[in-house]
Every structure is written in structure tokens, then in C-alpha cells.
């Protein structure tokens, strides 16, 4: 699978107002498209920042949707998003899909990579990051994220609320210096974010 990210930073005051418009439009938008696979929709209302991500089941099916959703996606972002960076990225190891009420913790970890350790880093993460994190009280879903051409990465993990979000933190800081200690992944941002809306297929 491929998943489209969007990033975008704007004004606080106006953050609330775009997150009900992409949270009333972008399933019913998405899903319409072939190969669509599932949205996540986050937030940090404080700092100004909304992060989104759509999963397709081919390349294909996520350039064409591009294509066709990037009009309507400026036009709701366009009062709120003062910055917008959109990246696609192959999903290369995911945990099973589950169901998290809107208010719930998602983390998401951006990092570089050795593009000849690509296979290697996955492995990690599958044998050794993703059981630590299903053993977390409050875990829902994890995907590890890369762009295999530029050696680019993130991991995303979502939990039940935000009381669960942190008390993961340090669990997930050990796992999560595991496999960057075994792979030479060098991590390049940590951020939290408020799940507003997230569905998988």
C-alpha cells in the first residue's frame, strides 16, 4: 500500500474551523476514488499544525486520486494552511487496522535511513518495535512509513486516548532506540498530535 501525507501549519485561530471541513468532506471525497484504503486525520490545536494521510492500495490508484482531490483539498485548507509539504510514502510494515474514538493520542516519528538497510530497518520494526507497542496499554495501530528514493521514514502510532499517549512514551523512547541502534536510523522529529478522525480498510 501507499499512503499520502499531508502537512500543514496555519494560524491556531483558525484551525478548528478547517478540521470540521476536512472532517465533514474528505472520507466522502476519498472514498469515491478507486483503491482507496483508509484516512487518518490529526491536530495540533495549539501550535497551529494538521497532519493527514490517506492509504491507497496501488501507486496508481494514489496518483490519480491526486490528481483529482488536490482542487478541493487547497480549497478547504486554503483559509487555515499558511505551509503545506505532501509526500507519499510505501507503507512497509502495518499493524492490523482498529477502530479509535476521535479525542484519542497519535505519535508520529520522522527519521532517516541508510538506503542499503532499507530491508533491514523493516525487519526491525516488525520483530522488534511493533510487539513492544502491542504490549502498550492503549495501543490501537502502528505503520512504519518509507520513501525508499530520498532514505526517509516515520512511524506512526495511535492510542486509545491521550492519557494512554503518554504514559507510551518512554516505552516507546526504548523500543524505539532498539532498532535505530540496530540499523543506524538517525530520528529527525518527534511529534503528538490529537486523532480527529482515523479509518482503515
Known amino acids: 500500500m501507499y499512503v499520502r501525507t499531508g502537512y500543514f501549519t496555519g ?5 478548528d474551523r478547517t478540521l470540521g471541513a476536512l472532517d465533514t468532506e474528505s472520507v466522502g471525497l476519498l472514498s469515491a476514488q478507486p483503491g482507496y484504503r483508509g484516512y487518518g486525520l490529526f491536530a495540533n490545536r495549539e ?17 490519480d486520486s491526486a490528481e483529482r482531490l488536490r482542487q478541493r483539498r487547497d480549497e478547504l485548507l ?43 530497518l523493516v525487519e526491525g520494526f516488525r520483530a522488534g518495535a511493533l510487539p513492544a507497542l502491542q ?29 494512554a499517549l503518554a504514559a507510551s512514551r518512554a516505552p516507546q523512547a526504548a523500543a524505539r532506540a532498539k532498532v535505530t541502534a540496530a540499523t543506524g536510523a538517525i530520528v529527525r522529529s518527534l511529534e503528538e498530535f490529537e486523532v480527529v478522525r482515523l479509518e482503515r480498510s
Open 11 to 15: 494560524d491556531p485561530g483558525r484551525i
Open 47 to 63: 501550535l497551529g499544525v494538521i497532519m493527514m494521510g490517506s492509504w491507497w492500495d496501488s501507486a496508481q490508484h494514489e496518483r
Open 78 to 120: 486554503a483559509q487555515f494552511a499558511g505551509s503545506a509539504a505532501i509526500e507519499v510514502l510505501e507503507a512497509a510494515a502495518v499493524s492490523p487496522p482498529a477502530p479509535v474514538a476521535p479525542g484519542g493520542g497519535f505519535r508520529l516519528v520522522r527519521f532517516d535511513f541508510d538506503p542499503e538497510r532499507g530491508d533491514e
Open 135 to 163: 504490549q502498550m496499554d492503549g495501543f490501537v495501530s502502528a505503520a512504519l512509513l518509507l520513501n525508499r528514493a530520498v532514505a526517509r521514514g516515520s512511524v506512526g502510532a495511535v492510542f486509545a486516548d491521550r492519557a
